[in-house]
């Protein structure tokens, strides 16, 4: 007999869950920070003509897959010249992030001692939680209009 599978997205891909978990997270940064740049103060609009011009930048380096995906480790930054400037000068970020986000940088001092390997399965109820993640930030703007 045939079945269904229970839950039909873990027969997708590792890479194009991954794929998925970096669009919901950079829409889930946006959301967290309401559109506005945590450096210069600048309103974003989500989806702008010819693409955004807003970029979730990670407090602990993508290539750190266990924490690429966490609501976290992201600050929304203009894509110019605000994440230009954080990606060329990650000292000088960081300590702009130690003073202007106490508790990101504490959040982000805790973590850098875990380990990096993240396996399949978590990264399924990753891009769940991703999800539940998006409705809940969408529910919230909704909610204050
Ligand atoms: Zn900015």
Same mark, same amino acid.
């Given at each position: ?22 669009? $919901? ?24 003509? @010819? @693409?955004? $011009?807003? +970029?979730?930048?990670? !407090? ?11 609501? +976290? ?38 973590? !850098?001692?875990?380990? +990096? ?9 990753? $891009? ?13 703007? !909704?909610?204050?209009?």
């Amino acid at each position: 007999m045939n079945r269904l599978p229970i839950n039909p997205i873990s027969k997708k891909p590792r890479a194009q869950i991954e794929h998925q978990c970096t669009a $919901l997270w950079h829409t889930c940064i946006f959301l967290t920070f309401k559109g506005r740049c945590a450096k210069c103060g600048k309103l974003h609009v989500e989806n702008s003509v @010819g @693409g955004r $011009l807003w +970029d979730g930048h990670h !407090v602990i380096g993508s290539r750190f897959k266990r924490f690429r995906w966490e609501i +976290d480790c992201g600050v929304l930054l203009c894509r110019l010249p605000c994440h230009r400037w954080a990606t060329d000068n990650p000292t000088s970020f960081l300590e702009w992030l130690e003073s202007n986000r106490t508790e990101q940088f504490a959040w982000r001092q805790a973590q !850098v001692m875990r380990a +990096d390997h993240i396996p399949i399965w978590m990264l399924r109820a990753t $891009l769940d939680e991703l999800k539940g993640m998006e409705t809940i930030l969408r529910k919230k703007l !909704v909610d204050r209009k």
